[in-house]
């Protein structure tokens, strides 16, 4: 269904506002400029070339459409594709099949909750063609064993096993020429004191140990003790999953500088990342869209995030799912979809 023209501003008129959508749909279907000519073949209404034309020109006056070259065509700017999706936009509902279908690929059975948020991932990516972003909760969850793994000069692997059987692996930075003795050190001091515990009640123990210097640890193993658990419960906990990068480098338009799509990845894996992400989804009900530079998270244009949050039995806000991709994402298809996902996994959560 049609969102309406209520956001349309000041002086765009319904002829307009069609040539606009027009405008903005070819955009998404070809990533193209697009010309009179095939405006005027795609038109409800008829209207001349030079009629379409003149008609263009007012809406490039306004800031919603740019020429890349001389002579040719149109492109939506961002403030364009704002308006789009504000005020033209036009999606429907799911099918029964494809609720059914995605509620089937989120709800395997034997899986753990990472492996069913990875799962979510995978399936945006698939079905909008980019990014399938997935910003999991921080767990909770008991742990039964922890442990430390070198990786060579100046870093860890930290294995860690819930009671539930799941297991996550994340890395870390220790001192350079760290003895492999202060890691398994380290794996054992954790576990004799993890037993069923949450890392949260772990963390509050093992500091308050340390900082009496009731430890037995030397300074060299209670930093890697530190920096593990810090792994799982400093700045707010929870993990940013990704699925489809290709997807969205092979999207993404050409001209686009290796740089600019280096710099989206590296602040993608960055932790402040996460809990902006999170900060933004709070701020309102639903799916959420944002063009460009809009959400603060990223510096780079020509890239929009399509997010919505999902909520566990006590109706808390605590991760989201959505869709990382170029600005001309199919928006009618992708919106639904993510928002019947989110939907999906809180009542798995709940």
């Given at each position: 269904?049609?969102?309406g023209?209520a956001?349309?501003?000041?002086?765009?008129?319904?002829?307009s506002?069609?040539?606009?959508?027009?405008?903005?749909?070819?955009?998404?279907?070809?990533?193209?400029?697009?010309?009179?000519?095939?405006?005027s073949?795609?038109l409800?209404?008829?209207l001349?070339?030079?009629?379409?034309?003149?008609?263009?020109?007012?809406?490039?006056?306004?800031?919603?459409?740019?020429?890349p070259h001389?002579?040719?065509?149109?492109?939506?700017?961002?403030?364009?594709?704002?308006?789009?999706?504000?005020?033209l936009l036009?999606?429907?509902?799911l099918?029964?099949?494809e609720?059914?279908?995605?509620?089937?690929?989120?709800?395997?059975?034997?899986?753990?909750?990472q492996?069913?948020?990875?799962?979510a991932?995978?399936?945006?990516?698939?079905?909008?063609?980019?990014?399938?972003?997935?910003?999991?909760?921080?767990?909770?969850d008991?742990?039964?064993?922890?442990?430390?793994?070198?990786?060579?000069?100046g870093?860890?692997?930290?294995?860690?096993?819930?009671?539930?059987?799941?297991?996550?692996?994340?890395?870390?930075?220790?001192?350079?020429?760290?003895?492999?003795?202060?890691?398994?050190?380290?794996?054992?001091?954790?576990?004799a004191?993890?037993?069923?515990?949450?890392l949260?009640?772990?963390?509050?123990?093992?500091?308050?140990?340390?900082?009496?210097?009731?430890?037995?640890?030397d300074?060299?193993?209670?930093?890697?003790?530190?920096?593990?658990?810090?792994t799982?419960?400093?700045?707010?906990g929870?993990?940013l999953?990704?699925?489809?990068?290709?997807?969205?480098?092979?999207n993404?338009?050409?001209?686009?500088?290796?740089?600019?799509?280096?710099?989206?990845?590296?602040?993608?894996?960055?932790?402040?990342?996460?809990?902006?992400?999170l900060?933004?989804?709070?701020r309102?009900?639903?799916?959420?869209?944002f063009?460009?530079?809009?959400?603060?998270?990223?510096?780079?244009?020509?890239?929009?995030?399509?997010?919505?949050?999902?909520?566990?039995?006590k109706e808390q806000?605590?991760?989201?799912?959505?869709?990382l991709g170029p600005?001309?994402?199919?928006?009618?298809?992708?919106?639904p979809?993510?928002?019947?996902?989110?939907?999906?996994i809180?009542?798995l959560?709940?």
């Amino acid at each position: 269904m049609s969102r309406g023209l209520a956001s349309l501003p000041p002086g765009l008129d319904g002829r307009s506002a069609a040539i606009l959508r027009q405008i903005v749909e070819l955009y998404v279907e070809t990533g193209g400029p697009v010309g009179s000519r095939t405006l005027s073949r795609r038109l409800p209404v008829t209207l001349s070339p030079a009629t379409i034309r003149n008609a263009m020109s007012d809406l490039e006056e306004a800031g919603l459409l740019f020429a890349p070259h001389t002579s040719a065509g149109r492109l939506p700017t961002e403030r364009g594709l704002r308006l789009f999706v504000d005020g033209l936009l036009e999606f429907g509902d799911l099918t029964e099949e494809e609720r059914e279908a995605i509620a089937a690929r989120c709800a395997a059975s034997g899986r753990s909750l990472q492996d069913t948020l990875g799962e979510a991932g995978r399936m945006l990516s698939g079905l909008a063609g980019a990014a399938g972003l997935v910003l999991a909760p921080k767990t909770d969850d008991r742990v039964r064993h922890i442990e430390f793994v070198p990786l060579g000069t100046g870093r860890a692997l930290v294995v860690l096993v819930g009671e539930g059987g799941q297991v996550e692996n994340r890395v870390i930075s220790v001192p350079a020429g760290l003895p492999t003795g202060s890691l398994v050190q380290a794996s054992n001091y954790l576990n004799a004191r993890l037993s069923g515990r949450t890392l949260e009640d772990t963390r509050t123990e093992v500091t308050e140990e340390i900082a009496a210097n009731r430890s037995a640890l030397d300074a060299l193993t209670a930093q890697v003790v530190e920096s593990g658990l810090a792994t799982w419960t400093g700045g707010g906990g929870g993990s940013l999953i990704l699925r489809g990068q290709s997807r969205l480098l092979e999207n993404l338009d050409q001209t686009a500088r290796v740089e600019e799509i280096q710099a989206l990845f590296d602040r993608l894996e960055a932790q402040e990342t996460m809990l902006r992400l999170l900060e933004l989804v709070q701020r309102g009900e639903g799916v959420q869209i944002f063009i460009g530079a809009e959400s603060g998270l990223f510096d780079a244009s020509g890239v929009s995030m399509v997010v919505a949050p999902f909520r566990n039995g006590k109706e808390q806000i605590i991760g989201a799912v959505g869709v990382l991709g170029p600005t001309r994402i199919n928006y009618g298809r992708i919106i639904p979809v993510v928002d019947y996902t989110a939907r999906v996994i809180g009542r798995l959560l709940g």
